[in-house]
C-alpha cells in the first residue's frame, strides 16, 4: 500500500459545527503533516507530527486540533471556524531522518467549505 | 528553512523537450532538493530529488548545479498530462522529520 487516504473528501461545516478530518497511511512512515491549500497557492504547512508526537505548529489557531492515535492514522479537529479556513487540507507522511532519501506522499485532500 | 525561487509559468508543445528552473541560493549542505507537481484537485505528487549528482527516474531527470544554487527538472517528451504545478523544495536530511517550505511554483502549460 504506497496511499495516504484523506475522508472525507468534501465537507461543509458552518461556523459553529464541530467536525473532523482523517488522514491514514500504511507505508510505515513515522512522519505527518497537514497542510493547508488556498486556491492558485502553495500549500502551507500546519502541524508536523514524528514518532506520534506533535513536533511542529506553525503558529495555528487553537480552533485546529490535531491528533495522531497512532502510526498509521491522522486527524484534525476543527471546531468554530471561520468562513476564512475554507481551503483544501491535505495530508501528507513521509520517512524520518536519517534516511535522507525521503520524499512526502500526500494525500488527494479534503476540500473544506466552512458556511 | 532554505527558500526557492520558481518563474510563475512556462509553456511547452507537446512531445517536446521541458526544462523548469528553480533557484535556491540559500540551500545548506545537508538539504536535498526536491520536485513536486500538482495535478488540478489532487495532492502533490512527488517526482524526483536529488543532492549533488544529477539523477534520473522513469518521470523525469534533475540537473543540479555544481554550486548547488539552482536545479532544472527536465521533462524529456512533454504530454498533456504533464500540465500542472510544479514545486521545488528543499529537505534537510540532518532533522526529524523537519519541515520544507514550498514556493509559488511553476505552472506548466502544454499544447497539443
Known amino acids: 500500500d504506497t496511499e495516504v487516504t484523506q475522508t472525507p473528501k468534501h465537507l461543509v461545516m458552518g461556523m459553529t459545527n464541530k467536525k473532523s478530518l482523517k488522514c491514514e497511511q500504511h507505508m510505515g512512515h513515522r512522519a505527518m503533516y497537514w497542510y493547508k491549500q488556498k486556491a492558485k497557492k502553495p500549500p502551507e504547512l500546519m502541524f508536523v507530527?514524528?514518532?506520534?508526537?506533535?513536533?511542529i505548529n506553525e503558529s495555528v489557531p487553537s480552533r485546529f486540533s490535531p491528533e495522531c492515535p497512532n502510526s498509521s492514522l491522522l486527524n484534525l479537529h476543527l471546531h468554530a471556524l471561520q468562513p476564512e479556513d475554507s481551503a483544501l487540507y491535505l495530508c501528507?507522511?513521509?520517512?524520518?531522518?536519517?534516511?535522507?532519501?525521503?520524499?512526502?506522499?500526500f494525500g488527494s485532500g479534503t476540500r473544506l467549505t466552512v458556511v | 528553512d532554505a527558500k526557492t525561487t520558481q518563474p510563475n509559468s512556462m509553456e511547452s508543445n507537446e512531445e517536446e523537450p521541458v526544462h523548469l528552473p528553480c533557484n535556491h541560493s540559500t540551500i545548506s549542505g545537508t538539504d536535498y532538493i526536491h520536485w513536486y507537481r500538482q495535478l488540478p484537485s489532487q495532492g502533490p505528487e512527488y517526482v524526483i530529488h536529488?543532492?549533488?549528482s544529477n539523477v534520473n527516474n522513469r518521470m523525469a531527470s534533475l540537473a543540479i548545479a555544481e554550486d548547488r544554487k539552482s536545479s532544472t527538472l527536465i521533462l524529456h517528451r512533454a504530454t498533456l498530462r504533464d500540465a500542472a504545478v510544479y514545486y521545488c523544495?528543499?529537505?534537510?536530511?540532518?532533522?526529524?522529520?523537519?519541515?520544507?517550505?514550498f514556493g509559488d511554483g511553476t505552472t506548466l502549460t502544454v499544447k497539443p
Open positions: 536529488g543532492l549533488t
Open positions: 523544495i528543499l529537505r534537510d536530511y540532518n532533522t526529524n522529520a523537519g519541515k520544507s517550505t
Open positions: 501528507a507522511s513521509s520517512q524520518t531522518h536519517p534516511q535522507g532519501n525521503y520524499g512526502y506522499t
Open positions: 507530527y514524528s514518532y506520534e508526537k506533535l513536533s
